[in-house]
């Protein structure tokens, strides 16, 4: 069936270390998204990528960077400069081309600081 | 500057009555909203949305209104149920921006009392 896989559920990081969230979609949908939660801050977008080998930073993207080889496929790597990086990470994707843009998400990530 | 708001982070409503989300927006360009609910330690799910040609869209129990001279629109539940208790986040969407990202509210988490 359908849908966006992030993976893993959660994950744990060393100080200095950098980690990679998985994100995986067969909806064959274009653009797709990284979202971060905190308690009490909503969805904070991160990156985001409207078509294949391209994307632009959204609003925190410092110390994050991602990629986009292959439609399907929108990893993020949570590099060792992000100084707080205990959150809930959200992917989504959604279609181009249209007026009304849906974006659907994914089960979600959750980021722990060892 | 948050262009989307939700100043209630919280309410509390009885099994059986109606419960109100309400949401303000501050940029006249946005003509496409949605709104989500999200469990914890889930993705949001789309729940309904409304286009600013409209002033009202209903889905069963969901209802949208949208009043575009205030800038405000409200999610209507009615009859609130317990598994209706989530965090609900209004959702914005630029005229003819093709496939930018939605702009978020912080949420309001509703709870429905048995």
């Known amino acids: 069936d359908g849908g966006i896989t992030q993976s893993p559920k959660y994950l744990f990081r060393k100080e200095g270390q950098n980690v990679t969230l998985s994100c995986e979609q067969n909806?064959?949908?274009?653009?797709m998204y990284w979202y971060r939660q905190d308690p009490g801050q909503g969805l904070r977008l991160i990156y985001y990528?409207?078509?294949?080998?391209?994307?632009q930073k959204g609003d925190i993207a410092e110390g994050y960077s991602v990629s986009r080889e292959k439609k399907e496929s929108f990893p993020l790597t949570v590099t060792s400069a992000q100084k707080n990086p205990t959150a809930f990470y959200l992917c989504?994707?959604?279609?181009?081309?249209?007026?009304?843009?849906?974006?659907?998400f994914g089960a979600g990530t959750r980021l722990s600081v060892l | 500057d948050q262009q989307v708001k939700q100043n209630s982070p919280s309410l509390s409503v009885q099994e059986g009555r109606i419960s109100i989300l309400n949401c303000d927006y501050t940029n006249s360009m946005f003509d496409y909203f949605l709104w989500y609910k999200k469990y914890p330690a889930e993705g949001p799910t789309f729940l309904i949305s409304i286009s600013s040609i409209k002033d009202k869209n209903e889905d069963g129990r969901f209802t949208v209104f949208l009043n575009k001279s205030a800038k405000h629109l409200s999610l209507h539940i009615v009859p609130s149920q317990p598994g209706d208790s989530a965090v609900y986040f209004c959702a914005a969407k630029l005229r003819n921006s093709g496939n930018t990202p939605l702009v978020f509210g912080k949420g309001t988490r509703l709870s429905v009392i048995a």
């Open positions: 989504a994707s959604s279609h181009t081309g249209l007026a009304k843009n849906i974006q659907y």
């Open positions: 909806l064959n949908h274009d653009a």
């Open positions: 990528s409207q078509i294949v080998n391209d994307f």
